[in-house]
């Protein structure tokens, strides 16, 4: 690594860091004489997630992901404590004051100085022809993947003609959004090279741009079909208002400030245009991008639409309780919290929706 | 294609379309008798470019920046005739009555009823350690391209101490732009599976999320080095600035219309709030991202920046002659015109920037 010119003295007090807090947390719990397994990425799954009364995350924003990703049970509590402040904004996650003092944490969760708080989670219907509903997880590492994807592609060039197939609920759920958007830009995409020897540090040998428009059509509230092209799709919860779609959607002072010149240009500003002005407008506009995570509303936005003869787009970005897509794509898929892909290729309709009873139920402490 | 979907039918028809508008302009041509080479992509070469007078690419804008990507020669015209219409905006190419009628272009041509446009570019230096100055052509198909890299990459790994480099100067000029982001977001990405015997209908069997913000530093004519983090970096010519930086860049009417509420509701508007004044705001607004190709100048703009306490962002885009990036990425790389790709990972610096040298000779039609 550092030979690569990466920082591995940096990455090291990262981990020590990371270390120590989860240390923390677990002495804090023993302390208290709860029963507690610890395990990592690989050893967390849905037999563990039975077995324990709530399920703590010990990391940063994706790590809760993660956690919530194999929790289906309405009541069972997901906690974040967030082990790497430096690096995680935490959003997800107990205020950063806890992860060196979580017993306070346990004493508010004692005398019942909390809240209940449902975060809604999206859920997602695939049908049509040459669907696939197998996951691909993103995050796993193992060799294994390779041959099981394998056989499990083989066997799907020889079912080809067997599915005309009714809506799969996929066994996952959105906790932050689902995105649709083409995976890999090329369509002559040559190969990976895997070296089995040392699997963490190498790379696939060849780059994919990032930069390939996907087609498809939307439906918004059960409204009519719209063909469009852009960048992708992004249907988002009230958690997930916060994370990337946020970004795609927040506008920046330098566009308002631009806005409203011309605005004024146009004779339409009575006030004169100062940077105080700008500021109030733009936090505003950005601020309305953000709702409740316990509303149980998405929010759909269009990731550079591309406009012309062909596709239009009436609505970039609102509300809704449920969003269709069809795909027209050549390699695209859709992928929930960033970490759980599925393929979405031509003619596969997806259905996307808010169901209450698939909340994640976590906790507010009182401050 | 027709099992999985895919419309063939349709695919056929623009393939009879297109070999029939290629016809149109091979003989155009052979009938002035001019010497006509017709070469496909995989033949397309430096020494096809050397041989010829002047270059004409039969396509879309695609073809037209393939074409491109081969002539750095200043003085060598290169015409594009769009022989799809439907598909391509043919933004590079010749308007499109031509293409049914390209016998009126050659008059034209020969009469002097036109001018030389030159079309800027960027080039590009890379320096650092561990950099890899091989482009990797996404558009490459061959075979031989994967035992090609494997010897690349283990070249490269015996290699590692010896690479206190200079800048490169990379073989390469964007005719629309560089974007420099992260290639694959998975950092486990395990592997691609590749069907050799029918290659055009393997996929990978893996999907990769998209979105990994990319880490970097930047440093816009040689201002101060700023962190940044977000969803990449575009940096476009006057031609690419209708293409993809518009898109990144464009605002929506209903995201003008929002903000021109808001500044109504703080008592800046003192002229009704209609769709007429919304739609002229948002048009010079968008009309305000183009300029011409002949400019020497570059567009920078930051895609979906993160701002939060660790990463500011002071400009989210301008106009400059120079950029410098610093990437601090685990898996990034540099695409130019969506077809060329170049790792850029950590400690890999590369300096963005216009030489009137590196401009593409086309033609403007006189109308």
């Not at 402040?85 to 935490?90: D, H, Q, V, Y």
């Not at 017993?103 to 989670?121: D, I, M, T, V």
């Not at 409204?223 to 092209?229: F, L, S, V």
């Not at 897509?325 to 290729?345: I, L, Q």
Request: overall charge neutral.
């Amino acid at each position: 690594l550092a030979l690569k010119g990466s920082n591995y003295a940096g990455l090291l007090e990262r981990h020590r860091i990371h270390t120590k807090n989860v240390e923390h947390v677990v002495d804090s719990l023993r302390n208290e004489r709860i029963e507690v397994r610890l395990v990592k990425r690989r050893e967390y799954n849905e037999e563990t997630v039975r077995w324990a009364d709530a399920v703590i995350s010990a990391g940063g924003d994706g790590t809760m992901l993660l956690a919530a990703s194999k929790v289906f049970d309405k009541f069972k509590p997901v906690i974040g404590v967030n082990t790497d402040p430096e690096r995680s904004e935490g959003h997800l996650c107990l205020p950063v004051r806890y992860t060196h003092a979580f017993p306070e944490a346990l004493q508010k969760l004692y005398r019942g100085e909390f809240r209940w708080q449902w975060r809604q989670r999206i859920r997602l219907y695939l049908e049509g022809t040459g669907i696939n509903p197998t996951p691909v997880d993103l995050h796993e590492q193992q060799l294994s993947q390779e041959q099981h994807s394998r056989a499990h592609i083989n066997e799907r060039f020889q079912d080809q003609r067997s599915d005309i197939s009714g809506p799969h609920l996929l066994p996952v759920r959105a906790l932050n959004e689902v995105f649709i958007g083409e995976s890999l830009s090329s369509r002559y995409a040559v190969c990976s090279v895997l070296f089995r020897e040392n699997f963490k540090s190498c790379k696939p040998s060849f780059k994919f741009s990032l930069h390939r428009a996907s087609y498809y059509e939307i439906s918004v509230d059960d409204g009519p079909w719209e063909k469009q092209k852009s960048s992708g799709l992004n249907v988002c919860t009230g958690t997930g208002s916060k994370a990337w779609s946020y970004n795609i959607n927040k506008v920046a002072h330098q566009a308002v400030e631009e806005i409203l010149k011309i605005a004024k240009k146009h004779g339409s500003l009575n006030m004169p245009l100062n940077t105080e002005l700008v500021q109030k407008v733009t936090n505003d506009y950005n601020e309305s991008l953000l709702y409740s995570p316990e509303e149980p509303k998405m929010f759909f936005s269009i990731r550079e639409p591309i406009v012309n003869r062909v596709f239009s787009s009436s609505r970039q970005r609102g509300f809704s309780s449920k969003v269709c897509v069809r795909s027209r794509c050549w390699d695209a898929c859709m992928v929930v919290d960033g970490g759980t892909s599925f393929e979405f290729n031509d003619g596969a309709i997806a259905s996307i929706m808010i169901d209450t009873e698939d909340a994640l139920c976590t906790v507010l402490l009182e401050e």
